[in-house]
């Protein structure tokens, strides 16, 4: 089985195709990254002054006039939840930009590089599958080593490896701007724990060797790259329908499921999101939206049965099906 390991490793490395998509990747990456670095340097002082002006005034303006605005606004509606009417007090942070702090860079690092290498994964992955059907090597491969499973296994192994170094290397680049960029812009202080960011890095290694399994596995059903790429797209695509959908009440438990909550749920520890919800009232039915959270446990399961099942119909498909047809 080593022996095999080392055999699909290099023609892993010797693919050209992997290659060109690995630089694709560098150029979305590096392109990311530059993002963080502009979002943590602290707004120009001429926005800041423009902003402590405006928020001056509003400020003024609320010592005089906040406490007669709630009163006339209970007063016309009294049954109004009270913080409909409150008038929380300005604050200078509100008129100009903030930049980025160091949980929300790390954040962005750790999901933007997890997800953009996951998918850029499944592209390679595919890729090292479809070409073994398209040349018709792969039937030449099993002459010499005839255990469908074992050769099987030998690829599926190589495509996780691969996957979980790829992502390890965009996330080191990712953290590593995030933490350059906070400390050039914001000073050393401003860096905050490692521990977060490194436990969300962790499960992101995990995520791309996962999602190189999805994207072998998707290869091997569809005995082509370019179906195995379209399964995603198609998805993306359909996006816009399910966010509608997920707009009108009851419908809100579907967003549970959708597997972009799973995936940020899974590299982030949990996600929240928001569900609108019809409650009955005196004066009618209403739409409120309420908060729910996807836990870590949630998305981890959610991506384990999706990566199983994706490789156990690959299995049993390429155990059965004759490579060249």
Not at 214 to 235: D, E, H, I, K, Q
């Amino acid at each position: 089985m080593i022996r095999l390991i080392g055999a699909e490793t290099h023609r892993w490395v010797a693919r050209r195709g992997l290659w060109v998509a690995l630089l694709g990747l560098l150029a979305i990456l590096a392109t990311m990254c530059w993002s963080i670095v502009m979002a943590t340097r602290p707004p120009e002082a001429a926005v800041v002054a423009q902003g402590k002006i405006a928020y001056a005034e509003q400020h003024a303006y609320w010592v005089e006039h906040h406490a007669e605005e709630e009163a006339f606004c209970r007063a016309s509606d009294p049954e109004a939840p009270a913080d409909v009417c409150a008038q929380p007090e300005p604050q200078p942070e509100w008129f100009y930009p903030q930049p980025m702090t160091w949980d929300s860079a790390t954040s962005t690092a750790t999901v933007g590089a997890s997800t953009t290498a996951g998918l850029f994964l499944i592209l390679m992955a595919a890729s090292f599958w479809g070409a073994e059907f398209r040349s018709g090597s792969l039937a030449t491969w099993l002459t010499f080593v005839p255990s469908r499973p074992r050769v099987w296994a030998s690829k599926m192994v190589v495509v996780a490896l691969a996957g979980a170094v790829v992502s390890a290397a965009a996330l080191l680049v990712a953290l590593l701007t995030a933490w350059g960029a906070v400390a050039a812009h914001q000073g050393p202080d401003a860096v905050g724990s490692w521990v977060g960011p490194l436990q969300s890095a962790g499960r992101g290694v995990l995520f791309g060797g996962m999602m190189a399994l999805v994207g072998a596995g998707l290869a091997v059903v569809f005995r082509s790259t370019v179906a195995a790429v379209a399964v995603p797209l198609a998805y993306l695509f359909a996006q816009g329908m399910l966010g509608v959908l997920m707009a009108v009440p009851g419908f809100d438990r579907l967003t549970g499921l959708l597997p972009e909550n799973n995936v940020q749920a899974f590299l982030l520890g949990s996600y929240a999101y928001s569900v609108p919800v019809q409650r009955r009232t005196p004066q009618g039915f209403e739409i409120e939206y309420v908060e729910r959270t996807i836990s870590l446990g949630q998305g981890t399961v959610y991506l384990l049965v999706a990566v199983a099942l994706a490789c156990v119909v690959s299995l049993a498909v390429f155990r059965r099906r004759d490579v060249t047809e």
